[in-house]
């Protein structure tokens, strides 16, 4: 089925920016450096900087990301890391696969983890935070890195939604002890296929990511540990670069989507509002509202393609649901409420206006 306003459309037709992208990967074609190539070194130069960390890592997922900078950590045998029971899997997943056990803490109304319910799950075996910018909105970093000076946690961000996204100066990757981000076609700097990053100041980190991305391998040909090949695509960095230079613009028309809508909706949906100093990504542009799934069927028969992102937490997937420990009342009050619209630098002013208009036909029409 074909949409008047899809939720996100995946073709380049900017011509400007088409030739961006062909010119990149005509440059690959001709250096031939197509595994590890210039780019990928570029690539972890220009997002390291971006994010003020000392280095990044190109690797070839989001996933990716998040399993080779939990094993980095070396966590000792039945440690604990805390995550948000809201997000998408692979952020508990990441967590189990290092050998670790998920512990699920509750999230607030913006979405995200809840400094308080982190405080309620340590325990002596906890080791780790894991705090997920959901839907490109950082997290209460101050008050979560606060509780892990405490009790000398490692932090790692789960910041697959919010490249770009800031608290004051500080972007999003540049809280933790480690960050990871998601560089899949939907993610705000999308590679035309699978890519990832991952971002540390420790040079110890560094280096066991880095081993661990390609085999174990230490010295060209001996293999220290098990590990697996994560590399990012020479290809992907290049178009990756190329994109770079316009993440600016695509997060500013995001968000200036993002005010009309709050200017249109406040008043009859909860809508994802920026506090003060505070810039979000607008990964999705997520709405709550207690009559989810009417408004979902109602704007899918206008041909506006809304999407349930996350209809499950975490806790609840048939991997975790017999034995999930933790407590996350507010997350399972909210995640039944929690509504994505199409709001991608690829729509016009009357896309915009159409959605508006379905989503408000809704509540003062006779629909409900
Ligand atoms: C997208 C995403 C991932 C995984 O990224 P992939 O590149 O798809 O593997 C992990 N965590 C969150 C919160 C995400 O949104």
Redesign the pocket.
Known sequence: MTHKVPFLDLSVEDPAHRQALLDAIERVLTHGQILLGPEVEQLEEEISEYCGKQEALGVG???TA?YLAMEALDLPEGSEVIVPAL??I??ANAVARAGAKPVFADINDELNLDPSSVQEHITDQTAAILP?HYTGKISQMDAILEIAEDHNLTVVE?A??AFGARRGNSPAGSFGHMACF?M?PM?VLPALG?A?MILADDPDHVERARVLRYNGIVDGVRSKTAGMNGRIDTLQAAVLLARLERTEDVIQRRRDMANQYNEALADIVKVPEEGPNERRAYYTYTIQTGERDELYEHLIGLGIEAKIRNPYLMPQQPLYVKKAQGEYPNAKSLVGNLLSIPCHEGMDEDAVRTVVEGVCSFFDGGSR
């Open positions: 997922s989001g996933t998040l997000s998408w692979a952020t997920v789960d697959s939604q998601s899949n993610k699978e990832g």
